[in-house]
């Protein structure tokens, strides 16, 4: 496995969690990194994205001001900060490196993590 997230646990909601995907081969650097979710009985969903500058990222709507995501390719590491935790964001948090360095096209991923899971209580 090239990438691992972790940092997932159990929280209430309004709690912070940080998650972080790291590149065990050190081969991400050049590229764009997304993060996703499943939550139970559902399709996986786009969360957000970045580039692999750091330079721009985007986000699904529902996480927009409370979520971070952002990267130090000194360390291969990509961190997803979120805030204001609701209890609809329990799912297993994925991350995934594109084959791009940007965000704008289409996206193809080339490497997967295992996932790490996020539970929010009410």
């Known amino acids: 496995v090239q990438l691992q997230a972790s940092g997932g646990g159990l929280v209430q909601a309004g709690a912070s969690l940080r998650l972080s995907c790291v590149d065990s081969?050190?081969?991400?650097?050049?590229?764009?990194v997304d993060w996703f979710r499943q939550a139970p009985g559902k399709e996986r969903e786009f969360v957000a994205a970045i580039t692999w500058n750091g330079g721009a990222t985007k986000y699904e709507d529902s996480v927009k001001g409370r979520f971070t995501i952002s990267r130090d390719n000194a360390k291969n590491m990509v961190y997803l900060q979120m805030d204001s935790l609701k209890p609809e964001d329990t799912a297993v948090y994925y991350c995934a490196a594109r084959t791009t360095a940007n965000i704008t096209s289409r996206p193809v991923y080339k490497y997967w993590g295992q996932g790490t899971l996020v539970t929010v209580s009410s």
């Open positions: 081969r050190r081969t991400f650097t050049n590229n764009a």
